[in-house]
C-alpha cells in the first residue's frame, strides 16, 4: 500500500469520531467489553497499544465487536507490523518513523498514521506521501500553538494530535484546521477498565463523541 492510499483510509477513519481512544488492555478478557461500551458510547475506531503481551488477543477479540475499527498502537519496529497485521489490525499508530518501519507497513499493506513532533519530521513523512500524521507528543510538543504554526507553512497535513489529551483541552486541538481528531487514554481510564465499570467508560466515550471539530 503506498502512503498515499495508506493517509486517504485512515483519514477516512478520522470521518468515523472525533476522538481515538488509545488503550493499553493487561486483560484480554477485558477486550470485548471495553470495546463494546467504547462504541455504544458512539468511538468505533479503537488503539490498543502494543505495551502488553495480551495486545494481539486483545486486537482479535476487540475486532469482533460489531461496529469496532481497531487498529494496533506503538507500533515501532517492522516485527510489530506484522505483530499487528497478523492479530487483525485494520491500521498501526507509531510515535514516530523510520525508514524500516515505514518499508514494513508498505510492504505489509498496513495503513500507518506516522508520528511527528516538527516541522522537519512532518515535512519528511509528507515528502514520501504521509498527510496524515500523529501529532506527538501533542502537550509536550508545545500544545495547539505548536500545531497551529506547523499549520501555517505546511496546511495540506492533517493531524491526530496524541500525548496529554484530555476532555479539557482536546477541543482546543478539534478546533484547529489541520486536526482531523485527537487521540487519548483518557476515556478508558486504568481505574475503569480494572473495575470492569464499562458504564463510566461509555459515559466518557458519548462525552468525547459529542466534541464538535474545525
Ligand atoms: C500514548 O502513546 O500513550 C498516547 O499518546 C496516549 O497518550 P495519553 O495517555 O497522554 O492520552
Given amino acids: 500500500m503506498n502512503p498515499q492510499t495508506a493517509s486517504a483510509e485512515i483519514l477516512r477513519l478520522f470521518t468515523l469520531a472525533p476522538v481515538i481512544p488509545v488503550l493499553t488492555i493487561e486483560d484480554a478478557a477485558s477486550a470485548a467489553p471495553l470495546a463494546r461500551a467504547l ?38 519496529t517492522p516485527e510489530d507490523a506484522i505483530t499487528a497485521r497478523d492479530a487483525g489490525a485494520r491500521f498501526a499508530v507509531s510515535p514516530g518513523a523510520t525508514d524500516r518501519l515505514l518499508d514494513a507497513c508498505e510492504t505489509g499493506g498496513l495503513p500507518l498514521l506516522p508520528g511527528a513532533a516538527t516541522a522537519s519530521e512532518a515535512m519528511r513523512l509528507s515528502e514520501r506521501g504521509y498527510h496524515v500524521q500523529k501529532f506527538f507528543p501533542a502537550e509536550a510538543a508545545g ?21 496529554g489529551i484530555t476532555a479539557q483541552n482536546a477541543p482546543d486541538y478539534l478546533r484547529l484546521a489541520n486536526v482531523a481528531c485527537v487521540g487519548g487514554s483518557w476515556i478508558a481510564p486504568v481505574d475503569a477498565i480494572a473495575a470492569q465499570d464499562w458504564d463510566r467508560i461509555e459515559r466518557l466515550a458519548r462525552d468525547a463523541a459529542a466534541l464538535p471539530r474545525a
Fill in 39 to 76: 462504541v455504544a458510547g458512539g468511538l468505533p475506531v479503537l488503539e490498543v497499544t502494543l505495551r502488553t503481551p495480551t495486545a494481539p488477543d486483545a486486537i482479535r477479540a476487540m475486532a469482533r465487536v460489531p461496529g469496532a475499527v481497531v487498529g494496533a498502537g506503538t507500533v515501532i
Fill in 143 to 163: 500544545g495547539p500553538d505548536t500545531l497551529r504554526a506547523i499549520g501555517a507553512p505546511l496546511p495540506k497535513l492533517r493531524f491526530c494530535p496524541t500525548g
